[in-house]
């Protein structure tokens, strides 16, 4: 399951995914105890896909901080808590993203960042860049290819 179906919902804790969308909003279930909620259009929800997070010089999408997480810890769940104190946690994101800018990406936006990919572990969504490869295979468009 890709990330542009994955969401956070301003207020409920933990992810959802979307399981479908209705007039005055959409119904999701949450991968932490596979509870369905209705969400307005009203709500503050972000998806995953879109989330980036700030470095010194650029904004790097969340699949692929994701992606380096996975790689540090070897496909595992985190050798840190979402728990642990400010220090760590920052010690901890230095060493995934040694260039993140440390004045606009708070201690709560990396307790986030590490009790997702956490939950995403959880329920086996692992294929955090292959999106984009995907993406970037070249599409030809229909009236090329009859010729």
Known sequence: ??????????????????????????????????????????????????????????EIPLKEVFQKIKEKEEGKKTSISHKADKIELEEYFFEVLPNYDEDRVYASDIKKIVQWYNILLDNNITDFVEDEKDAEEPTVPASEEEE
């Not at 959802?16 to 949450?30: A, D, I, N, P, W």
Request: no cysteine; net charge positive.
């Open 1 to 58: 399951m890709a990330l542009d179906k994955i969401l956070s919902i301003g207020g409920k804790p933990g992810l959802y995914k979307l399981l479908t969308q209705t007039r005055g909003g959409f119904v999701g279930e949450s991968l932490l105890d596979g509870k369905r909620v209705t969400v307005g259009l009203r709500s503050n929800v972000s998806v995953l896909s879109e989330i980036a997070i700030y470095t010194l010089e650029e």
